[in-house]
Structures are given as structure tokens and as C-alpha cells.
């Protein structure tokens, strides 16, 4: 249903911040889990964090906990995630996803956002 769009990324030094914005176009969040996951060239698509709509529950990967916060704007449709205390290995493509409640695969993804991080 619809479309996600990616905003925020951008180029940082190492200890900066950013914050990517996943906005709806189209659609709601209505009984989806939104996930933000990256990948790096040469590397696998990894989780970073994601958000049940419904309750607002959070997971994160362990690489990132304590340092983004994933959070949401039910009037807006839009989740964020904010990355601080960045470094060269959180350098990577950005992309949000969503996945129905009661099914097991993210269904819907972005064009991704690229995030770069020197030292």
C-alpha cells in the first residue's frame, strides 16, 4: 500500500547526529510495524531498530542501542530515527520498511537514504 520515503541522511563527522524521517505517501501505519534497516556496500542488509505502530514498542540491534532512538508522530504518519554519537561503521544506505502485524516479511521498502560518517 502506498509509499515510504526516506529524508535526512547526509554527510557527518564522527561523533555528529542525524535524524532520518520515514513518511507515508498514500497510506497509513495502521497494524504495521515500521523497521529502519542500513547497509553498507559489500555487506549484508542488517535491522537497526523498529517500532510497532499499535503500542509504540522498540527493538533495536545492539550495535545502536544507547545511541539511536527510533520514535514516531502518529498525526503525521512519520517515523524518525535519531542517531547520535555517530562513527564510520554506521556509514551506510538507510532504508525503512514495513511489515503487517500478522505477517512474517517486511512488505513495503524506500529508496533508502545515504548516511556517511568521516573520521
Known amino acids: 500500500q502506498g509509499q515510504l520515503i526516506e529524508s535526512g541522511g547526509g554527510s557527518v563527522q564522527a561523533g555528529g547526529s542525524l535524524r532520518l524521517s520515514c513518511t507515508a505517501s498514500g497510506r497509513t501505519f495502521n497494524s504495521y510495524t515500521i523497521g529502519w534497516f542500513r547497509q553498507a556496500p559489500g555487506k549484508e542488509r542488517e535491522h537497526v531498530a523498529r517500532?510497532?505502530?499499535?503500542?509504540?514498542?522498540?527493538v533495536y540491534a545492539n550495535s545502536v542501542k544507547g545511541r539511536f532512538t527510533i520514535s514516531k508522530d502518529n498525526a503525521k504518519y512519520a517515523v524518525y530515527l535519531q542517531m547520535n554519537n555517530l562513527n564510520p561503521e554506521a556509514t551506510a544506505v538507510y532504508y525503512c520498511?514495513?511489515?503487517?502485524?500478522?505477517?512474517?516479511?517486511?512488505?513495503?521498502w524506500g529508496q533508502g537514504t545515504q548516511v556517511t560518517v568521516s573520521s
Open positions: 520498511a514495513t511489515k503487517y502485524i500478522a505477517r512474517y516479511e517486511y512488505d513495503t
Open positions: 517500532i510497532s505502530w499499535s503500542d509504540g514498542s522498540t
